[in-house]
C-alpha cells in the first residue's frame, strides 16, 4: 500500500457487509428512480446507509458532484459503523475513477487502506485506481496484496479480473471474474466484466447470456445494458437497450455513440443526430462524438458542417484517421475532389487495417468521372482486402466505366460472395446486364 503502513487483518467480513448494503432497496438505482431515493434520503438525513445509496444512485446515474456531496455529507454521519465508512469512501474513490481522476481516486484509496482492519480493501482500491491508466501489472500487484490479506476480499477479485482482461489473460481473468459472482452472486459489475470478457473473446453466446443474466440482476443497470447492446449486434433490441441505458445515465458518452451510430446506419437521421449532440454534450473534448455529428451531418446533406465536424476532431488528435476520413467524405460530397483524394490518401496512410478510405476514394473517383483513378483506387483496396465486398463493387464500377467488362463481371461476382455491407440487389442488376 502507497504512503503509509497498514494494518495485517483478515476482513472477509467486509464482503458480506457490503453485499447487504448493495442489497438495500434503491441501491441499484439510476436517473428513473432518484426522485425517490433523494426523498428517502431526506426522510433518513442521519442515516449514512442512506446516503450510500443515495449516493451511489447518484454516481450510476452520471451526476458525480452531487454524488460526491452526498457520500462526503454520510461519512460525516458515519459515526462507529466501520462498514459504512468503508463503503461509503470507496463510493467515492468510483466516482473519481468514473472521471479519470488517478490522483484524487489514490488519495481516496489511501484514506480506506488507513481505516482499522481495512488494509486489503484499500491494496484493492490501488488495483482499480493504476487500472485507470492501464498499468495492469502494478494493479495485479495490488490484488495480490489485497487477497494475500483477505482471500475472500471482493474488490480485490473483481480487480484481478479486469486487470487480467487488460492484460489479455482471459482465461486468468475468467476465473477471477467468475470468482467474484462466487463471492457476491447479486453484484451486476463480476457479471458485466465476464460477459463483456466472452464475447470480445470469441465466445459470443457465452457472452450474451452472462450480461442477460447481468441485467437481470440490475434491470436499470447502464453498464450491462450498454454491453448487452453491444454484444448482441445491431438491431431493434439492441437500440432499445442503448436507449436505456442513455435515459438511465443521459451522461453515458459511449452508449450515445453506439445507439447513435445504429440509428444512423438503420436511417433515422433525425434520432441519430440527437445522439450525436448527446454523445458530444457529455463529452466535448474527445474525437469520437465529432466524428458521429460529422456523419449525421452527411446524411442529412450539410457537407461543410461534415467537414468542419472533422477539422473540430482533428485539433484535438492530428492523426486521427476517422476524422481524415469523415474530412474527405464532406469534400467529396461538396465536389472538391482534389482535396477529398488527398484526405483519403491521408486516412489510408495512418490506419492500412481500414479499407474505407481506399473504398470510398474509389466511389468519389468514379463519381467526378475520373475512372482511371477509381480503377487505381479500386485495385489498391481489392489487392489489400480481397474478402471486402464493398471493394469489389467500387472496383466494378470502375472497370464498367471503361468498358472492361468481363473484369467488371468478375469483380461484381467477388463483390456478392465477400464479407461487409454491399448494395446486393443494385450489384445484381450490374451483374445481369453484362454478357
Given amino acids: 500500500m502507497r504512503g503509509a503502513p497498514f494494518a495485517v487483518v483478515m476482513v472477509s467480513s467486509w464482503a458480506a457487509a457490503a453485499l447487504a448494503l448493495t442489497a438495500a432497496p434503491s441501491a441499484n438505482a439510476q436517473e428513473s428512480q432518484l426522485e425517490g431515493d433523494r426523498a428517502a434520503t431526506k426522510a433518513r438525513s442521519m442515516d449514512p446507509v442512506a446516503a450510500l445509496s443515495l449516493g451511489r ?45 488517478f490522483i484524487q481516486t489514490l488519495t481516496t484509496c489511501q484514506v480506506i487502506g488507513k481505516l482499522p482492519g481495512a488494509a486489503a480493501e484499500g491494496h484493492a482500491c490501488n488495483a482499480a485506481a493504476d487500472l485507470l491508466q492501464q498499468r495492469s501489472t502494478a494493479a495485479l500487484e495490488e490484488t495480490a496484496a489485497a487477497l494475500k490479506r483477505d482471500p475472500r476480499c471482493y474488490e480485490a477479485t473483481l480487480a484481478e479480473g479486469r486487470a487480467q482482461e487488460f492484460a489479455l489473460d482471459v482465461a486468468k481473468s475468467e476465473t477471477a471474474y467468475r470468482a467474484a459472482i462466487a463471492l457476491m452472486p447479486d453484484a451486476q459489475e463480476p457479471r458485466v466484466g465476464l460477459g463483456r470478457l466472452l464475447w470480445r473473446s470469441g465466445r459470443r453466446d457465452d457472452g450474451v447470456a452472462e450480461l442477460r443474466r447481468a441485467v437481470q440482476v440490475d434491470p436499470n443497470g447502464p453498464e450491462g445494458l450498454y454491453e448487452l447492446g453491444q454484444a448482441i449486434g445491431p438491431g431493434p433490441e439492441s437500440v432499445g437497450l442503448l436507449d436505456h441505458a442513455t435515459r438511465e445515465r443521459p451522461s453515458f458518452t459511449d452508449a450515445w455513440l453506439a445507439l447513435g451510430t445504429q440509428l444512423l446506419a438503420a436511417g433515422r437521421v433525425a434520432d441519430a443526430r440527437k445522439a450525436a449532440v448527446a454523445a458530444e454534450r457529455g463529452d466535448p473534448s474527445s474525437v469520437a462524438p465529432k ?53 483519403y490518401q491521408a486516412a489510408w496512410g495512418l490506419d492500412h487495417g481500414d479499407p474505407t478510405p481506399l473504398v470510398h476514394a474509389t466511389e468519389a473517383c468514379h463519381a467526378a468521372g475520373r475512372d482511371t483513378s477509381a480503377k487505381a483506387f479500386g485495385l489498391k483496396a481489392a489487392q489489400e482486402f480481397p474478402k471486402w465486398g464493398p471493394a469489389w463493387a467500387a472496383l466494378g464500377d470502375a472497370l464498367l466505366a471503361q468498358g472492361e467488362k468481363a473484369a467488371a463481371k468478375d469483380a461484381f461476382q467477388k463483390a456478392l460472395a465477400g464479407d461487409g455491407p454491399v448494395a446486393r440487389d443494385t450489384v445484381q442488376k450490374k451483374l445481369s446486364a453484362l454478357p
Fill in 57 to 101: 444512485a447518484l454516481r450510476r446515474a452520471g451526476h458525480p458532484v452531487e454524488a460526491l456531496a452526498e457520500l462526503r455529507r454520510g461519512v460525516g454521519v458515519s459515526a462507529a459503523k466501520l462498514d459504512v465508512l468503508v463503503s461509503l469512501h470507496w463510493e467515492i474513490a468510483r466516482v473519481q475513477m468514473d472521471r479519470h481522476d
Fill in 291 to 343: 466524428i458521429l455529428v460529422g456523419k449525421v451531418a452527411l446524411a442529412e446533406g450539410h457537407a461543410d458542417e461534415a467537414v468542419r465536424a472533422g477539422e473540430a476532431a482533428l485539433k484535438i488528435v492530428a492523426n486521427s484517421a476517422a476524422a481524415r476520413l469523415l474530412v474527405a467524405d464532406g469534400n467529396a460530397s461538396k465536389g472538391e475532389i482534389d482535396l477529398a483524394l488527398e484526405a
